[in-house]
């Protein structure tokens, strides 16, 4: 009883936090040659608020300043001013974040309570000097005789602007074949300037699987490569699983779960479960691209008792079906592994061994007999063949 009470006088008095609010919302700044910025926000939600601004910024007071002409007070407005004139060749480029935030500085009330906090931010990027690119692959997953299309999504984060960029796109299939190469077209970026170029990759002829595209981009006398996966889909649909164990005279539920090999949704799929006392069909649903789904039936299992029950699922979509011949097993509490399958196993017992030792051996000796056999017809007759020296010796006589 104590800690209940206890309990209920801290979120008694936990209420009377207030609730901090500031407006203005995330900024963005890009730092280039002196860039010099103000942001106006307005804090309130308590009567005593402190505001605040820090973050990763290198000498950040040095650039940024917080101006707060009541600090401590209750709803105000206030300013952040971002002063990069001065010194900002020496900040290393890259990415940083300043938070302005506000808080309460304690309760209205003077009781215990909570204290309340919010903050936004605002992202600098100082760009880094000469020409600098920062790009990426956007290969979009298509269907088997439709056009891919791979994107470069191209950023200058350099202080100097880039006359010309464009790209080379190589396809390979799963083996390493180079399949088709593309080029995109041609963009130049000013500093900070963000672009896409892209190309179209015909799909024509590839069988449906997961290839490779290699990208290089070429800008001004540089040049970078990335790869990227680029899945080519085909309209199927597949069975992944199914319920296989079901209680014996009872309504059961039936869960088929399909995956889809299409890039794109396919509406309206369901399938049609043929059993010995009925077909089951279960209620359509929509497949996203290259997603998974599961189909719901219920089946009456009455009168089929216990039983290893054959039946074909049968999937329907987009004018299409295809089907699977599957095992339902029926037992008792519709529970339990799934019954191994048998293995022929192969015993040998000690007669066997003795006869197939024998039969090596016949087999052994009668290959002997046989190769004799044939040496032997190939020597010549003594009477049909003589030596050299006995024709020199008929010669001189």
């Known amino acids: 009883m104590k800690y209940a009470l206890f309990f209920c006088l801290f979120f008694s008095l936990s209420s009377f936090a207030s609730a901090v609010s500031i407006a203005g919302g995330n900024q963005q700044v890009t730092v280039n040659d002196g860039t010099v910025r103000s942001f106006d926000y307005l804090i309130g939600g ?38 990069f004139s001065e010194g900002f060749n020496e900040i290393p480029a890259g990415r940083y974040t300043v938070f302005v935030g506000a808080k309460e500085y304690r309760s209205s009330t003077g009781m215990i309570g909570g204290i309340a906090a919010i903050q936004t931010k605002i992202d600098i990027l100082v760009l880094y ?41 190589r396809v390979y299939n799963p083996d390493g074949m180079l399949m088709s190469t593309a080029a995109t077209d041609k963009k ?28 290089t981009a070429h800008y001004d006398e540089a040049q970078d490569s990335k790869t990227a996966d680029l899945r080519i889909g085909q309209l199927r649909v597949y069975v ?47 497949l996203p691209k290259f997603q998974r789904g599961t189909l719901e039936a219920y089946w009456d299992t009455k009168g089929l008792g216990k039983a290893d029950v054959n039946a074909t699922i049968q999937l329907f979509y987009n004018g299409q079906h295809s089907e699977e011949q599957v095992i339902l097993y029926i037992n008792e509490t ?14 040998l017992t000690t007669t066997a061994i003795v006869y197939i030792i024998i039969i090596v051996l016949l087999i052994g000796n009668l290959t002997y007999f046989i190769i004799r056999y044939l040496k032997r017809q190939k020597k010549p007759e003594n009477n049909e063949e003589k030596k050299p020296y006995e024709e020199k010796n008929e010669v001189q006589k």
């Open 129 to 169: 000097p000469g020409k600098y690119l920062e790009w990426s692959i956007d290969a979009q997953s298509t269907n088997v005789n439709e056009t891919a299309n791979v994107s470069l999504i191209i950023h200058n984060l350099g202080r100097e602007t880039i006359n010309e960029v464009s790209g080379i796109i």
């Open 46 to 83: 308590a009567d005593n608020i402190e505001s605040y601004a820090n973050g990763n910024l290198p000498n950040l007071s040095k650039y940024v300043t917080l101006i707060d002409e009541n600090q401590y007070g209750p709803a105000r407005p206030i300013q952040v001013q971002l002063d």
């Open 334 to 347: 519709g529970e339990g592994d799934v019954p191994p399958k048998k293995e022929v196993k192969l015993e």
């Open 188 to 215: 130049s970026l000013l500093p900070d300037e963000l672009h896409t170029i892209s190309a179209g990759v015909s799909t024509q002829g590839y069988a449906p699987g997961m290839y490779q595209v290699n990208a």
């Open 240 to 286: 992944v699983d199914y319920t296989k164990t079901f209680a014996i005279d009872t309504i059961n539920k039936m869960d088929i779960m399909i995956e889809s090999d299409w890039s794109g949704t396919i509406k309206d799929v369901y399938a049609v479960v043929k059993t010995p006392n009925k077909d089951v069909k279960t209620a359509n649903i929509d």
